[in-house]
């Protein structure tokens, strides 16, 4: 695949994963989102990430794995940090990929389940750890997996484009009632007829249809976001998919699915 085609663009969020972190195995497979600030010959600078309000120390030589979104797809690539910028906005160099590669989304089982998600355009909602819960608008799970959960905006937030990350605050509506505050980023934006209505699990597939958009545009609308975890970690991961696994057999008890 054409390299140049299909980098990312200037200004676009990207996720960084960590591929290997010599003295600090701790560390290897973290993942951070950023920022490009800049793309030339042989080079692609982009912020340097922060966590918990502190600046990454991403060394020379790190490898990483860029993942972003461009023209609807999902794309990635490989590569090293060649060098620290310091400055008021510290940044990182990395080496110009030879090779992008289009990912394939792993296929999680889903299944669908109603219950409250808070969320949070990344404008109104830092991504490094900060929380503005002031900033949080409400929506309703349609249907989740360990891989990424589709919601139906009830307070809608006109600006949230394909590829944006958004916060997502969520309980499962378990025993446990465990909690989550993840990353998601927006795959997919559907604009609903405004008499639709999300009922039993069998309705669902009528609303597959719905026409894809790629940005909201119109608050006063009615639109479903289908999201994909960033940076989750495998125990939370877990956790999702039990309570996947458990909702399913509750429903084939019920007579609403078959298996």
């Not at 997919?188 to 999300?198: A, G, M, Q, T």
């Amino acid at each position: 695949m054409d390299p140049k085609r299909y980098l990312p663009l200037i200004g676009q969020r990207v996720e960084l994963r960590v591929r290997d972190l010599e003295g600090d195995p701790d560390k290897s497979q973290e993942v951070y989102i950023t920022k490009v600030e800049d793309i030339s010959t042989g080079s692609i600078t982009v912020a340097s990430p922060i966590k918990d309000g502190e600046v990454v120390p991403l060394r020379a030589g790190v490898g990483l794995t860029v993942t972003y979104v461009r023209d609807q797809g999902l794309f990635a690539f490989d590569t090293a940090v060649v060098e620290r910028l310091p400055g008021q906005v510290p940044q990182l160099k990395l080496d110009l990929p030879d090779e992008i590669v289009r990912v394939q989304r792993r296929n999680y089982k889903r299944v669908s389940v109603r219950f409250p998600v808070n969320y949070s355009s990344a404008e109104a909602d830092s991504l490094d750890g900060t929380r503005d819960w002031a900033s949080f608008r409400c929506a309703e799970c349609v249907d989740i997996s360990a891989g990424g959960i589709r919601i139906r905006l009830i307070d809608v937030v006109a600006g949230i484009k394909l590829g944006a990350y958004v916060r997502l605050s969520f309980a499962l509506p378990a025993e446990d009632k465990r909690s989550f505050d993840v990353v998601g980023q927006v795959m997919r934006i559907e604009r609903l007829d405004s008499n639709s209505r999300l009922g039993s699990p069998s309705s669902e597939a009528n609303l597959d249809r719905a026409p894809v958009i790629e940005e909201i545009k119109d608050p006063a609308g009615t639109y479903r976001l289908a999201l994909r975890f960033v940076g989750i970690s495998q125990r939370e991961q877990d956790w999702i998919m039990k309570f996947v696994f458990d909702r399913e057999r509750e429903l084939i008890g019920r007579g609403l699915i078959s298996r």
